[in-house]
C-alpha cells in the first residue's frame, strides 16, 4: 500500500500525559503516529493490571473545550492533533449495570475509584442520609476500623468527600463509622459502597445541559445502562429505556429520540422527543454518547452493530461504526481472567489519596515510565479547582446537576499539564544523530567513488576513466544500446502521456455528471422546502412539527429568508 509523508514520520514519537482518577497519578505513553487510540488504553490498563479494559476509555477536551472519547479503532494522534500537550484522562466510560458482577477485585476498585470522584464532584447525587453512609464506607476502607486515640474530634472534617459537606452529614457518617460498619475490610466496605451507588437514580450518569423546546425549561439528560433520562433540579423527569428506543439522530443542536411507547396492551404509539444542546458539536458528543451506550449494553455481538447515520443533509450527516466488545461478550467470557489476581495497595494516607507508587510501574520500554508529578506542579489542578480530570465540569459540559451535594457553575476550566520536555530533547537528539549517519554515508560513497574513479595502467601511474582508450566496436555497441534505451523512454513517456488523458477525461466526465446533478437536487429541495414551510397546505401539518424541522426552519431558513429580505428585497 502507498503511504504519503515525510520518511522521518516514521522516527517521530508523540508523548501522551494520561490521569488516573486521582489528578497526582499521572501516566506517560509514547506512541507512534501510525498507533490507534487502542493502542495508548491498552498501555494504561497494563500498567494498572486491568484485564477487564472494555469497561474504561480515556477522554480528552478538544480546543474548544468541548469533551470527546478517544476513539479506539482511529488513529490517536489524528484526534487530539490540534492539542499542544497530549492529555488523556482514564475514567469509567461503561459502568456495569451491577458492578458487584465484575469478575476481578481489581476492577471493582477502579470503578470505585470513579464513583468516589462522581460523589466529590456532584454527578452522583444522593439524600444527606445516602451521602452520609457512603462518606462513612470511604471512611472504613481508607483508614480503617475507628480508634479513639487516633480518630479524636470531628475527624472527617479534615477531608474533601462531598461537594456540599455539612458538619451533619459528617456527625451522621462518623455515628455509622463506628458502629454499622465496624470489623469492615477494605473490600467489604467497597463493595458496600457499590452496591448503595449502583441503586441511585444518577448511577453511571454523565449529565449534559439540555433545553426543552416547547418550554424551553432547563434539562440534564443522562445516559447510562439502563436508557435515556431527563433530570430537572436533580429529580428524574423521564426515562427512556433501551428496549422503547427505535431510533436516535440530531440535526443541528437538536438531539432527537424516537421512542415506541405502550399506551395500553395492545397498542403502541410513536414519539418524536427532541432536546436543544448549546451547539451542535456538543449534539454529535451525546449523540455518540448515546450511540455507544446502546449498543454496548443491547447488543449480543458487536459483530452485530451497523453503520449508524445521525444527522440528516442539512447538518452534513455523521456515521458511527462501534467497535470493541459489548457487555455480553464480556460476561460470557467463562472462568476466572487469571490463576491469582494482584494485590491491591489501598490509601494508607491521612488524605484520603492512593499513592502514585500503588500504581505497578511495569513499562514495556524505558521511554515509557510510571511518573508521579507533584500536586504543585499542576496548574489549577482539578482538586483545588472543583472540576473533572477532563478539564470541564463534572457536571458535564460545564454545567453540573443543581442539588446539595452537586458543584456550582462558578469554576474555571482545568488547564492542561505543560508538555514534558524530555521528549523534546530526545526528539532533537534523534534528529542529530540522524543527521549525522546520513552525512556520514554520504562522505563514505562520496570517498568510495572518486577512489574508484582513478585507474592504474601498466606502469602503476594513476589515469582518469575519461581518457581511457575505447575500441571502436565497443563504441559501437555503447550507441546502439543508448539509442534502444531512448526508444524505450520515448515509449514509456507516450504510455503515460496517454494514461494521463484518459484520467483527465474520466475526471471531466464526473464532473460533468455530478454538477447538474448536484444542482437539480439543491432546487427540489429548495422547492420542497418552500412548500413546507409557506403553503397552509394540510397535507404539511404533520411534517411542519418534527423536530428536525422545527430545527430547519428555526436555524437556517428563517436566517436565509430574513438575509434575503434585508440585502435584496425578496419575500
Not at 475507628?146 to 451533619?168: A, C, F, R, V
Not at 443541528?252 to 414519539?271: L, N, W, Y
Not at 534502444?484 to 466526465?509: E, M, P
Amino acid at each position: 500500500m502507498l503511504k504519503f509523508g515525510s520518511k522521518s514520520d516514521v522516527t517521530v514519537v508523540h508523548r501522551a500525559t494520561i490521569r488516573l482518577f486521582d489528578d497526582n497519578e499521572i501516566i506517560y505513553c509514547d506512541f507512534q503516529p501510525q498507533d490507534k487510540g487502542r493502542y495508548i488504553l491498552e498501555y494504561v490498563c497494563k500498567q494498572l493490571n486491568i484485564l477487564e479494559m472494555d469497561y474504561f476509555g480515556l477522554r480528552y477536551v478538544d480546543k474548544e473545550r468541548e469533551r470527546h472519547w478517544l476513539d479506539l479503532a482511529k488513529t490517536a494522534i489524528k484526534q487530539v492533533k490540534d492539542m499542544h500537550e497530549i492529555l488523556l484522562c482514564f475514567r469509567v466510560k461503561f459502568y456495569p449495570p451491577d458492578p458487584l458482577r465484575l469478575k476481578e477485585e481489581i476492577t471493582r476498585y477502579q470503578v470505585y475509584q470513579q464513583l468516589k470522584r462522581d460523589l466529590l464532584y456532584g454527578r452522583l447525587c444522593c439524600s444527606p442520609s445516602e451521602a452520609a453512609l457512603l462518606v462513612a464506607c470511604i471512611v472504613q476502607s481508607e483508614l480503617g476500623d475507628y480508634d479513639p486515640e487516633i480518630h479524636e474530634g470531628n475527624y472527617i472534617s479534615e477531608h474533601k468527600l462531598l461537594k456540599t459537606q455539612t458538619p451533619t452529614i459528617e456527625e451522621k457518617a462518623m455515628e455509622l463509622h463506628q458502629t454499622q460498619l465496624k470489623e469492615f475490610t477494605p473490600e467489604q466496605a467497597e463493595t458496600y459502597f457499590l452496591k448503595i451507588a449502583s441503586q441511585l437514580d444518577t448511577y453511571a450518569v454523565d449529565p449534559h445541559p439540555v433545553k426543552d423546546p416547547d418550554k424551553g425549561t432547563q434539562l440534564h439528560l443522562g445516559i447510562n445502562h439502563c436508557g435515556i433520562l431527563t433530570f430537572q433540579d436533580s429529580r428524574k423527569t423521564q426515562h427512556f429505556r433501551w428496549p422503547e428506543v427505535q431510533k436516535i439522530n440530531f440535526e443541528g443542536k437538536m438531539f432527537i429520540v424516537h421512542v415506541t411507547i405502550s399506551e395500553d396492551v395492545r397498542t403502541k404509539k410513536k414519539h418524536l422527543v427532541g432536546y436543544k444542546c448549546p451547539t451542535a458539536t456538543n449534539c454529535r458528543h451525546v449523540w455518540r454518547c448515546a450511540i455507544e451506550q446502546m449498543l454496548f449494553f443491547t447488543l449480543p455481538r458487536a459483530s452485530d452493530a451497523p453503520v449508524v447515520s445521525g444527522g440528516s443533509i442539512f447538518s452534513w450527516g455523521y456515521k458511527f461504526k462501534y467497535t470493541g466488545r459489548t457487555e455480553r461478550e464480556v460476561l460470557e467470557e467463562a472462568g476466572p481472567l487469571r490463576k491469582e489476581e494482584p494485590p491491591i495497595q489501598r490509601c494508607q494516607t491521612t488524605c484520603l489519596r492512593r499513592k502514585a507508587s500503588s500504581v505497578p510501574a511495569t513499562p514495556s520500554t524505558p521511554s515509557q515510565d510510571l511518573v508521579e508529578i507533584r500536586y504543585s506542579s499542576l496548574p489549577r489542578s482539578c482538586h483545588s479547582a472543583g472540576l473533572d480530570g477532563t478539564g470541564m465540569l463534572e457536571g458535564g459540559a460545564g454545567v453540573p446537576l443543581s442539588s446539595p451535594y452537586c458543584p456550582d457553575n462558578t469554576l474555571p476550566l482545568l488547564e492542561t499539564v505543560s508538555e514534558d520536555q524530555e521528549i523534546l530533547a530526545r526528539r532533537n537528539n534523534v534528529g542529530q544523530h540522524e543527521g549525522e549517519v546520513n552525512d556520514y554515508y554520504f562522505r563514505d560513497s562520496f570517498d568510495h567513488s572518486s577512489s574508484e574513479s582513478q585507474l592504474l595502467d601498466a606502469s602503476g601511474k594513476p589515469h582518469s576513466r575519461s581518457v581511457t582508450p575505447v575500441p571502436k566496436m565497443q563504441k559501437l555497441q555503447n550507441s546502439k544500446l543508448s539509442l534502444q534505451q531512448q526508444q524505450q523512454q520515448h515509449r514509456h513517456q507516450g504510455a503515460r502521456r496517454a494514461a494521463a488523458g484518459k484520467l483527465r477525461h474520466r475526471s471531466l466526465h464526473i464532473i460533468r455528471i455530478f454538477i447538474p446533478a448536484f444542482m437539480l437536487t439543491i432546487t427540489v429541495l429548495f422547492i420542497v422546502t418552500i412548500l413546507v414551510f409557506e403553503t397552509d397546505t394540510t397535507l404539511f401539518n404533520s411534517l411542519r412539527k418534527t423536530p428536525e424541522m422545527v430545527a430547519l426552519k428555526s436555524q437556517y431558513y428563517i436566517p436565509i429568508k430574513e438575509f434575503l429580505r434585508t440585502k435584496l428585497g425578496l419575500f
